[in-house]
């Protein structure tokens, strides 16, 4: 008896641009460790990984951030879905869509609907470079180590600035460092995400000051 491999449709936005690249994804093709599709414009490309629990790890170029998206899934999730759609937390754009073709092509072009209503005239392909000039991250690890410490932080009530009350805390990220601000009263602080080593040591910080 021919048994036929699990196999499903997975298809990613190439940022550079702006295309979606589409590929059939067979169980055997994950027998190694890493599987890469690449867009043919050579801008970018999304890998799919094993982990050591036996799961499956997305790394996703995004159209917005400047920096790639890593998610976890299973492997019924990966090949047994009908349809699976990976977003980035940040702008809610579609960026990786994951099950039987016909249902993955149904969800592109609702996805690419939505986002040309989104923008208007803008282009896609220039979502990227836009951001990158803005708030390029040479290691996303420092800026993931920055905004757990302000979440744990903030949530813990040790955030002070000038407000009697609990002020609104929020964070502006650029090239080389994170303001932490309170949109009530205005105070701000710097914090620097130039390199790893930094960032833990801000991760020993009990309190932060905004002034």
Known sequence: MIVNPKQTTLAYRCPACGGVVKSFVEIFSLSGNLFRLKCDCGGSYMTVEKTDDKKLR????C????????????NSVFFDSDIFIVGCNLSGIDLCFIGKEDQVDEAVRISNEEILAMLGDVDISKLHTQEKEHHALSDPQVLDIVRFVINELNDEGNIHCNC?????I???IYDEYVIVKCEKCGAKAQVDITSTSR????????????K
């Open 58 to 61: 997305l790394t996703l170029p």
């Open 63 to 74: 159209l917005v951030c400047s920096y790639p998206h890593s998610y976890v899934i299973s």
């Open 164 to 168: 009697k009350d609990k002020g609104q």
């Open 170 to 172: 929020c964070c502006d």
């Open 199 to 210: 960032a833990m040591d801000f991760l020993e910080a009990d309190s932060l000051t905004l």
